[in-house]
């Protein structure tokens, strides 16, 4: 005889990410993903550069003047940010798979850290193209 199913709580009906207060963890997760989907989709573009700017001297100045244009500079900034990101998120990722900072105070913090560090890496490199 098969056994009745087991209640369970019934799931969140607020879903609203904007206004969940998330964990460090929960941010460090999210920002990962969408990172990694904006790295993805920028793959195409940066390709048919690499590809315009060896093809001629002339394509090689299109390229140039159009990485020198505002929205792409301010693309940039969004790409060192998600680079960024997406690697300190990666390598915590890898580190608490082989069980190192899993105790809730070291993954917070280690949360933090990649939060943080994508953070200042954008910033300096926005620093720097000014």
């Given at each position: 005889?098969?056994?009745?199913?087991?209640?369970?709580?019934?799931?969140p009906k607020?879903?609203?990410?904007?206004?969940?207060?998330l964990?460090?963890?929960?941010?460090?997760?999210?920002?990962?993903?969408?990172?990694?989907?904006?790295?993805?989709?920028?793959?195409?573009?940066?390709?048919?550069?690499?590809?315009?700017?060896?093809?001629?001297?002339?394509?090689?100045l299109?390229?140039q003047?159009?990485?020198?244009?505002?929205?792409?500079?301010?693309?940039?900034?969004?790409?060192?940010?998600?680079?960024?990101?997406?690697?300190?998120?990666?390598?915590?990722?890898?580190?608490?798979?082989?069980?190192?900072?899993?105790?809730?105070?070291?993954?917070?913090?280690?949360?933090?850290?990649?939060?943080?560090?994508?953070?200042?890496?954008?910033?300096?490199?926005?620093?720097?193209?000014?």
């Amino acid at each position: 005889m098969l056994k009745p199913m087991a209640r369970h709580k019934p799931a969140p009906k607020f879903l609203n990410l904007l206004l969940i207060k998330l964990p460090p963890g929960g941010i460090a997760s999210i920002g990962h993903r969408v990172s990694g989907v904006l790295l993805f989709l920028c793959i195409p573009l940066l390709a048919w550069w690499f590809g315009r700017s060896l093809e001629s001297a002339e394509g090689f100045l299109q390229v140039q003047q159009a990485l020198n244009s505002t929205p792409v500079i301010l693309l940039s900034v969004l790409l060192v940010w998600s680079l960024s990101h997406h690697l300190l998120a990666g390598i915590r990722h890898l580190l608490l798979d082989i069980d190192i900072g899993l105790e809730k105070t070291a993954a917070r913090t280690s949360a933090w850290l990649v939060n943080l560090g994508a953070v200042l890496a954008t910033t300096w490199y926005a620093v720097n193209l000014l």
